[in-house]
């Protein structure tokens, strides 16, 4: 039987790429699902596939994770309606632009930041909160193999993914003692909307949701710290 069938899981950005397929993956595996995403049409597709696939639809909303406010009335929704929060992941992610340090906007950095590293922080402060007080829970963040390396014109982006690394790194610990497993996930390129253009020789949504969801089902006493995977074309990254 699934680990994840019956749990309440939260997750972002799950309109699209990663998060859409897992989220399709987490409610064909039994999961009681909160999520979120921006744009209301694309989540309306979600709902849609979840229920032809047989799937009951879950707790959902669209808004800007750049608002504190709205990320706080989300999971006190998600908490009241699924009764408790098991599983927390951090998905929503967003690469408004690649440049060089000498030439990133302001506008475009403090963007980037709201979405990949500020919104996490308040969904793994307010999860603590949730989470600690059962002594018990899984917090997953989705990072970037970029963190991993630097790369020139990603300084924005890998900013933003290697600063919720260390915080990642440092709720680890603080998490430990409380029961909640804090997993970090590096995914090397996927084929999503967030490219530029097609890859059709990274990684497919999907099969980044298979590992996820392959993941989450380890033994009880297997508690994964990082995992990283690339698609066979960046084999020779470092
Ligand atoms: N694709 C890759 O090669 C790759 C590699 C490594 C790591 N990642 C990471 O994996 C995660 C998923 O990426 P993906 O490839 O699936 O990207 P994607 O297809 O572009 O999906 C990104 C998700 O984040 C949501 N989002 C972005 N900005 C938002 C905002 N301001 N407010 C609310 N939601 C927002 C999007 O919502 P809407 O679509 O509704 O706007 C969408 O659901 C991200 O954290 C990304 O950094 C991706």
């Known amino acids: ?18 998060g859409r397929a897992l989220a399709l993956r987490l409610s064909s595996e039994g999961a009681r699902l909160a999520v979120c995403g921006r744009s209301p049409e694309k989540m309306a597709s979600l709902l849609d596939a979840i229920t032809t696939a047989g799937g009951r639809p879950p707790l959902h909303a669209t808004f800007d994770l750049a608002s504190e406010q709205e990320i706080l009335a989300f999971i006190e929704r998600a908490n009241a309606d699924l009764g408790c929060l098991d599983i927390l992941i951090n998905n929503a992610g967003v690469n408004i632009t690649k440049a060089p340090v000498s030439e990133i906007q302001t506008d ?15 969904f ?26 630097s790369n020139e014109t990603m300084g924005a982006y890998t900013a933003g993914k290697a600063g919720l690394d260390a915080l990642t790194r440092i709720f680890r610990k603080e998490c430990q003692p409380h029961g909640i497993r804090v997993t970090a996930i590096y995914p090397g390129g996927t084929n999503t909307p967030f490219r530029a253009k097609p890859r059709p020789d990274y990684m497919a949504a999907e099969s980044v949701a298979e590992a996820i969801v392959g993941l989450l089902n380890l033994p009880g006493d297997v508690v994964p710290h990082e995992f990283v995977f690339r698609p066979e074309v960046e084999v020779n990254y470092p």
């Open 108 to 122: 475009h950095f403090d963007a980037m930041l709201a979405v990949n590293l500020r919104a996490p922080m308040i």
């Open 1 to 18: 039987m699934s680990n994840i069938s019956g749990k309440a899981i939260l997750l972002t950005g799950a309109t699209s790429g990663i």
């Open 124 to 149: 793994m402060r307010e999860a603590f909160r949730l989470m600690s007080a059962r002594g018990e829970g899984h917090v997953v963040n989705i990072l970037s193999s970029a963190c991993l390396y």
